[in-house]
């Protein structure tokens, strides 16, 4: 897991994945509210196997508060959890498929 720092940046190389030594490619997969507490939003994007994810927790401090959220980040490797539910790492690399289809990773989503 990981703080909020993205590692964003560019990603280097010609690799399609996004993937460099410094840092992977991952995509907006999924996007909750905290149940514990109020006005936070937790932003999952994963690797685009599944098998990877990098979590983002941003606190809102109001509604005009409203901060971009890209299709996809580049992450450090070392600020990367690994998906061990089978069925949960379906689900990420589907959803990241389709954001990688539908989107540009500097699209606003």
């Not at 509604?63 to 450090?76: L, S, Y």
Request: hydrophobic share 30%.
């Amino acid at each position: 897991m990981s703080d909020e720092s993205s590692g964003s940046g560019e990603s280097g190389g010609a690799d399609p994945t996004g993937e460099s030594a410094e840092s992977v490619r991952v995509w907006l997969v999924e996007r909750t509210y905290s149940d514990d507490e109020q006005n936070i939003v937790i932003l999952v994007y994963a690797t685009p196997d599944g098998g990877r994810y990098f979590r983002k927790e941003r606190a809102l401090t109001s509604f005009t508060d409203v901060r971009d959220t890209t299709a996809a980040v580049d992450a450090r490797p070392e600020n990367l959890g690994t998906v061990d539910d089978p069925d949960e790492r379906e689900r990420y690399a589907t959803e990241a498929a389709r954001m990688r289809e539908a989107h540009d990773p500097e699209d606003l989503v």
